[in-house]
């Protein structure tokens, strides 16, 4: 009880509520401007969190993010443009509904249902973190260096449609972790004679490059156009809403429950939990024929999923520092830059801070309804500022917080760099996902290799030896060479088949 008080005495206090309100009304001003992201919103407010404590710093990343998952349905339903690439799953139905005249339906249902899901992924949070907090403190090198890489394999199989641009994308990200001082023996390593590299690449300026840079870059490669004038929206939004979440309460549920386990999925994240949700939903819907036609259900089950996925992102995140996503990168990043070693020993060490997280996600998730409230009503004048004038801003945000995290100029040319080269890949469709993840998960991956091969002497077996480690070893071989396999054995049924018929054509001539 002691650590609930004092938890509570953390995230109560004047300066965390307000870091937690200017981190929301930012992720809604993000969110619902269309063309930029919730990473890309939590990425700027990195050099920020430099200044504030450990509680207000999570504070304002987990409000920013769960408030621009949901912004990002504002202007999809208003302007037919998903404000965030998680809204885009469901906008058919938010503008379907708009164009019926039940633009107040629309909006209603995905702000409910936002709160639903994310109160729904932070009780499954709370109950799982712990539990599995327990089994993870008997974990060794071995078992923290197959759950890395685990994760590294996950995260090219979800990163995108072609696994191999997702495999490339991760290659990227771990060659950046291997410039800098080798782990064991201290030598420079692809340093090209270059003090600034010996301490490696900046974590924050590839994460600002990456979903900052890149995307005012993709962004300037569009015309800039004046948006339309929207619809009005207000408090009618609340009408109707308890007998539409109850109508609804099989999608809703449904769509928090799958959004946190796929968040909890290392480089899955909100985008693709609100597509499967939406997706199983009109599977098992009896409406499925509405689906496209603007369909409560339908946003019901997405949209529930964009904000539970956040959640869940943060289960291997704070209980093995695998981050889940590529906000939960930023978050252990941020943590590691506080001091704090994002693993099962922070709810040994740091019970409050645990139970901190906690009640502001909570806080987070009640905070949409108000704010929400707010951004509706006001969509008309948010979504009228003009592009030409806020991405010169950003960019010049970008530039002032890299410069801000070191004092080195060499930042500003990583920044630079990574801007220009994640913003070619995506062009290609190279995922940026991977490479963030690689950077994170890479130093994991060859410390504990490293340790390992220390301990046994150089013994692979050793690997397998323990019975966590084991399963967790043929699982991650398991991911390897089953996709191979199975292509290997649709190739030789193809051609069976394919002899059979021949054969078959052969009898009858």
């Known amino acids: 009880m002691d650590v609930l008080i004092s938890a509570f005495h953390m995230v109560f206090a004047f300066d965390v509520l307000g870091v937690i309100l200017l981190g929301s009304a930012f992720g809604l001003f993000v969110g619902a401007t269309p063309g930029l992201s919730a990473t890309m919103a939590v990425a700027l407010l990195v050099p920020v969190t430099f200044f504030l404590s450990p509680v207000a710093a999570i504070g304002?990343?987990?409000?920013?993010?769960?408030?621009?998952?949901f912004a990002g349905d504002i202007p999809g339903a208003l302007l037919r443009i998903p404000g965030t690439p998680a809204s885009a799953a469901y906008m058919r139905e938010l503008?379907?509904?708009?164009?019926?005249?039940?633009?107040?339906?629309?909006?209603?249902?995905?702000?409910?249902?936002?709160?639903?899901?994310?109160?729904?992924?932070?009780?499954?949070?709370?109950?799982?973190?712990?539990?599995?907090?327990?089994?993870?403190?008997?974990?060794?090198?071995?078992?923290?260096?197959?759950?890395?890489?685990?994760?590294?394999?996950?995260?090219?199989?979800?990163?995108?449609r072609d696994r191999l641009k997702g495999t490339v994308s991760l290659l990227l990200g771990l060659f950046l972790t291997m410039i800098g001082l080798d782990v064991t023996t201290?030598?420079?390593?692809?340093?090209?004679?270059?003090?600034?590299?010996?301490?490696?690449?900046?974590?924050?300026a590839v994460m600002i490059g990456a979903f900052a840079v890149a995307e005012i870059l993709r962004?300037?490669?569009?015309?800039?156009?004046?948006?339309?004038?929207?619809?009005?929206?207000?408090?009618?939004?609340?009408?109707?809403?308890?007998?539409?979440?109850?109508?609804h309460k099989g999608a809703v549920a449904r769509g928090s429950i799958l959004g946190t386990l796929i968040g909890a999925l290392p480089g899955a994240g909100a985008d693709i939990a609100a597509w499967i949700a939406y997706a199983v939903s009109q599977r098992f819907s009896k409406k499925a024929d509405n689906y496209g036609k603007g369909e409560p259900e339908a946003i019901a089950g997405a949209a529930s999923a964009n904000n539970a996925a956040l959640s869940g992102?943060?289960?291997?995140?704070?209980?093995?520092?695998?981050?889940?996503?590529?906000?939960?990168?930023?978050?252990?990043?941020?943590?590691?830059?506080?001091?704090?070693?994002?693993?099962?020993?922070?709810?040994?060490?740091?019970?409050d801070l645990v139970n901190a997280i906690y009640i502001v996600f909570v806080l987070a998730n009640l905070l949409i309804i108000p704010l929400g409230l707010?951004?509706?009503i006001g969509g008309r004048q948010l979504?009228?500022?003009?592009?030409?004038k806020l991405y010169p801003s950003i960019l010049l945000l970008c530039v002032l917080g890299t410069f801000a995290t070191n004092n080195s100029l060499f930042d500003l040319w990583t920044l630079a760099a990574v801007g220009v080269l994640v913003w070619i890949m995506e062009a290609n469709d190279y995922p940026a996902a991977p490479l963030v993840l690689g950077l994170v998960l890479g130093r994991v991956v060859e410390e504990n290799f490293m340790s390992s091969m220390i301990k046994?002497?150089?013994?692979?077996?050793?690997?397998?030896?323990?019975?966590?480690?084991?399963?967790?070893?043929?699982?991650?071989?398991?991911?390897?060479?089953?996709?191979?396999?199975?292509?290997?054995?649709?190739?030789?049924s193809g051609r069976s088949g394919g002899r059979q018929s021949s054969l078959a054509n052969e009898g009858k001539s």
């Open 60 to 69: 304002a990343i987990v409000s920013c993010s769960a408030m621009s998952i």
């Open 95 to 160: 503008d379907a509904l708009n164009q019926k005249g039940r633009l107040d339906l629309a909006l209603g249902t995905s702000m409910m249902v936002a709160v639903i899901g994310g109160l729904i992924g932070t009780a499954i949070l709370v109950v799982a973190a712990p539990q599995l907090a327990e089994v993870a403190l008997l974990f060794s090198t071995y078992e923290y260096f197959w759950l890395a890489l685990l994760g590294l394999s996950c995260a090219t199989l979800v990163a995108g």
């Open 186 to 204: 201290g030598l420079p390593r692809y340093t090209f004679g270059l003090i600034d590299l010996q301490a490696g690449i900046s974590l924050i």
């Open 219 to 247: 962004s300037a490669q569009n015309p800039l156009e004046t948006p339309e004038k929207p619809a009005k929206a207000g408090l009618s939004i609340l009408r109707g809403q308890g007998r539409n979440l109850w109508t």
């Open 313 to 351: 992102s943060y289960v291997p995140a704070l209980v093995f520092g695998i981050p889940g996503d590529s906000i939960t990168a930023i978050v252990v990043g941020v943590l590691v830059l506080k001091g704090i070693q994002p693993g099962p020993m922070v709810f040994i060490t740091s019970p």
């Open 374 to 376: 707010l951004a509706i």
């Open 383 to 388: 979504l009228g500022v003009r592009m030409g």
């Open 456 to 492: 046994a002497d150089g013994n692979l077996l050793a690997f397998f030896e323990r019975p966590i480690a084991g399963v967790l070893g043929v699982i991650t071989l398991l991911v390897w060479l089953a996709p191979p396999a199975l292509a290997l054995l649709r190739r030789l």
